[in-house]
């Protein structure tokens, strides 16, 4: 269609009026052009009647997303599919839908027939249109069997942005009646909601002596909501002059409104996808080469591999880590009751500015520091902090490289160490011979280069040897009474009880260790490690109540973490009462 405008007439405007637009930056209304209004096709269904002749009218939906400022017209056809042009009129037309309107509906005709047949169904295509763009442009009834008496159909349509659509509900008849046939109707909610999606409807419909049936119209109501589909019912309350067949008709809402785009993010950070695990407590922290706290690493904590604790007072969340490394994070919010959504930046170090953050640990933390906070999520069960999702960046002295970081907080997180593993995956062994099948002993080898062993191998026994035991539940200590001493001390996880049979790996210096995983440290002849990286397998140990009565252990000890191994076994069993 050629949109045919006049040109409007040429005025002069005062002076003063031309420089106050330029002034507010006014454009004229005819150069903003609107948007154009989407087209969308929806669906019905009628049941056949089943007379020799006759036709019952279907009202295909179609609507306006959002409605037009100006007219709409709608080219379309229909198109066969399992059901043929014996079964309804081919037809084409033009739907004009006027200004201002959410839609309108396209009316095609069903036959009747009494030849015996399953569902079938054909198309109702928009093929074109001048003043919208197409969006579905199929729309397909479907012809189901008829019963005998009164049948309802169905319709589905795109729900409208706004305002109200009209929709048409078939009602058939398998049979011509010999006299008019009333029947009350009643709009009802299923999951949609009738007062909000649609006004709520009732009345009365005659199909009259002769016809096969009518169209029972009633309105729904649009909106921008992004929401599933919905479904709201026609349901017949009384009927005169026939039976009923199928007394419900269902109206389906299909909602196509997105979710507006989230607002820029200020921070501009984020963990890397799969560098945190998607629920539970975790800290992140990466630090780029060249910076003084997280010296270049990169660091992820949960409540499997630490002791992670986060708490707040008032408007300051303190997190506190004990893992392989240990941490401590302090994030203040302006003065204020609690913890709230927002973003900070330009902070400087807590607790000597408020608001402010300071993240130390290792022994290291900053002189001074800019940094930046942002509290994404928080929730509370009563006063007390339920969950929390936090951003932060920080930097030493205020122009060091940027240290990032990544808290998550869930009050309600049952995460726990895992169990130790199987000792029989330890694969070193005394070789074989060299440690007694009974008694008490310290075995060790060492290589050349490690700090304790001094590339020694030695075997202490009692016929040379005191053994001294010591333990506190998930401790377990022994003293070898030996030229120089020897001393190997073993603990579990801080949560653990007792010692139990298993593998513990990558354990750190006792009691300087992780508190998830335990530690261990081989010392003797005055000579002991600064750090410690080691396993140590607990073939077997039995406690009296809360008494050691026995322990078999085996391990292995790397002074300052990568240096050479020192292997070791040891026994002891509880001399027998006399």
Same mark, same amino acid.
């Given at each position: ?40 096709? *929806? +669906? $019905?269904?009628?049941? %056949? @009647?089943?007379?020799?002749?006759? /036709?019952?009218? &279907? ?5 306006? !997303? ?86 309802? *159909? +169905? $319709?589905?349509?795109? %729900? @409208?942005?706004?305002?109200?659509? /009209?929709?048409? &509900? ?5 049979? !011509? ?87 820029? +993010?200020?921070?501009?950070?984020? @963990? ?103 509290? +994404? ?202």
């Amino acid at each position: 269609m050629t949109d045919r405008r006049r040109r409007p007439a040429r005025h002069r405007l005062p002076a003063t009026l031309v420089l106050a637009a330029l002034a507010t930056g006014i454009a004229p209304a005819a150069t903003i052009a609107a948007a154009a209004p989407t087209a969308y096709a *929806g +669906d $019905a269904t009628v049941a %056949e @009647p089943t007379e020799r002749t006759g /036709t019952v009218a &279907v009202e295909v939906p179609v609507t306006l !997303a959002p409605s037009a400022a100006g007219s709409v017209s709608v080219n379309w056809r229909t198109v066969a599919g399992t059901a043929g042009t014996a079964d309804f009129l081919g037809s084409s037309g033009v739907l004009t839908i006027p200004a201002g309107a959410h839609g309108g509906a396209i009316v095609v005709h069903v036959r009747a027939d009494r030849v015996t047949e399953g569902t079938e169904s054909f198309a109702v295509e928009l093929t074109g249109a001048a003043g919208a763009t197409l969006g579905d442009a199929h729309g397909t009834v479907t012809i189901t069997s008829s019963t005998s008496g009164l049948s309802l *159909g +169905d $319709a589905a349509f795109t %729900e @409208p942005d706004g305002g109200s659509l /009209t929709i048409g &509900v078939s009602a058939t008849l398998a049979a !011509a009646a010999r006299k008019d046939v009333t029947f009350g109707w009643q709009l009802r909610s299923v999951t949609g909601t009738v007062g909000s999606d649609a006004p709520a409807a009732s009345g009365t419909a005659v199909i009259p002596r002769g016809s096969l049936g009518t169209v029972v119209r009633l309105s729904v109501s649009g909106d921008t909501a992004v929401e599933p589909d919905e479904t709201l019912e026609v349901v017949v309350t009384s009927i005169a002059g026939a039976s009923l067949a199928d007394g419900i008709g269902s109206i389906t809402l299909r909602n196509t409104d997105v979710p507006p785009p989230p607002p820029p +993010d200020p921070f501009g950070w984020t @963990p890397p996808a799969g560098a945190v695990p998607p629920t539970g407590t975790a800290l992140y922290v990466e630090s780029p080469a060249g910076e003084y706290i997280g010296q270049g690493g990169t660091y992820l904590y949960t409540k499997a591999n630490s002791l992670l604790e986060v708490s707040s007072v008032g408007s300051r969340v303190h997190v506190s880590v004990e893992g392989d490394e240990w941490w401590t994070g302090d994030f203040a919010q302006p003065s204020g009751s609690v913890v709230a959504t927002g973003y900070w930046e330009n902070l400087r170090r807590y607790p000597f500015f408020v608001p402010g953050l300071s993240f130390s640990g290792e022994g290291r933390g900053c002189n001074t520091l800019l940094g930046r906070l942002s509290v +994404d999520q928080v929730t509370y069960d009563g006063s007390a902090l339920s969950t929390l999702t936090l951003r932060f960046e920080q930097r030493c002295e205020g122009t060091g490289a940027p240290l990032r970081g990544f808290l998550r907080y869930d009050a309600g997180d049952p995460t726990t160490p895992p169990p130790p593993g199987d000792p029989a995956a330890f694969a070193w062994q005394p070789p074989a011979g060299t440690v007694p099948a009974a008694g008490n002993y310290l075995y060790f080898e060492s290589s050349p280069g490690d700090r304790i062993g001094q590339g020694q191998t030695r075997l202490h026994t009692e016929a040379d040897s005191t053994f001294t035991p010591d333990w506190g539940g998930r401790i377990v200590q022994l003293f070898v009474n030996a030229p120089g001493g020897w001393s190997a001390e073993f603990s579990g996880p801080d949560a653990m009880p007792l010692l139990t049979r298993g593998l513990y790996e990558n354990v750190q210096r006792f009691p300087f260790h992780n508190p998830a995983k335990g530690g261990m440290d081989f010392s003797g002849e005055g000579r002991g490690c600064n750090e410690v990286l080691g396993t140590f397998a607990v073939d077997e140990i039995t406690w009296d109540g809360t008494e050691l009565a026995s322990v078999s252990i085996r391990f292995v000890q790397r002074c300052e973490v990568t240096g050479p191994p020192l292997y070791g076994a040891l026994r002891w069993q509880r001399p027998a009462a006399p």
